[in-house]
């Protein structure tokens, strides 16, 4: 079967260069951030935990793949090993007496534990498809919130905008420092834009790897069970 490790190299490579490219551009991400530093901080933390989980995707197939290797080598000790959680269905088919692959399951027996494992495998990432959505919810609603505000702020201004002065130094001077208040909030909707849509960017790369590293695994593992099973039911040999 397929090593998973292949796919944790290619992810964490895709990160590293992605805090590469944030490094050189940091004077401008940083002020980007603390245009609104507390909704942008709550944008950053589900990207990591999105991260975490994809991450969790590929780790939890080694525990997987060692119980294969241990179950194919047909000694004992499989109890000594953590419980698999995606091959559940199939470990309680089989047990410390089966021998490498002397074993045999029907067609639908077969059939039952493909599914029951693609569907674990399928519940595991519509977490991470979750917090990728989530991510561009958060910056849609970032950019929303700012533009309400910047809306509110223009109004005040021109409100309060009073052209029967005189001195029109003094009218400019009022408008000018009315404007700062609408333009933070164009830096709030424009902040959380970037970094929702970056993060949700990022995290569906990793889900993409973390999924072809599950696929393989269950090809592989598909290939193995059908190999040894009775896909056509043999028809004892008269005794006479």
Excluded at 29 to 57: D, E, H, K, P, S
Excluded at 117 to 126: F, L, N, P, V
Excluded at 156 to 176: P, T, Y
């Amino acid at each position: 079967m397929s090593n998973p490790k292949h796919t944790l190299f290619w992810m964490t490579l895709f990160l590293v260069v992605v805090v590469v490219v944030c490094a050189l551009i940091h004077k401008p991400l940083q002020a980007a951030f603390m245009a609104n530093w507390v909704f942008n901080l709550l944008i950053v933390c589900v990207l990591l935990v999105g991260i975490a989980i994809t991450y969790r995707q590929v780790f939890v197939l080694f525990p997987e793949l060692r119980w294969i290797a241990q179950f194919r080598t047909g000694n004992a000790g499989l109890s000594v090993l953590q419980e698999p959680r995606l091959l559940k269905p199939l470990a309680r088919q089989l047990d410390d007496d089966s021998k490498r692959d002397r074993f045999s399951l029907s067609t639908m027996s077969l059939r039952t534990v493909l599914d029951g494992i693609h569907s674990r495998m399928d519940e595991q990432r519509e977490i991470t498809r979750y917090f990728i959505s989530l991510l561009i919810f958060l910056g849609l609603l970032g950019t929303f919130w700012g533009l309400l505000g910047t809306i509110n702020s223009v109004g005040a201004v021109i409100v309060n905008l009073d052209m029967s002065q005189e001195d029109f130094g003094k009218v400019f001077a009022g408008l000018q420092s009315g404007l700062l208040e609408p333009l933070e909030g164009m830096g709030t909707a424009f902040s959380s834009s970037l970094l929702g849509l970056g993060g949700s960017l990022v995290l569906g790369f990793l889900d993409i790897q973390a999924g072809h590293a599950q696929n393989r695994f269950y090809d592989g593992l598909e290939e193995w069970l059908t190999g040894v099973t009775n896909l056509v039911d043999r028809v004892d040999d008269d005794p006479r």
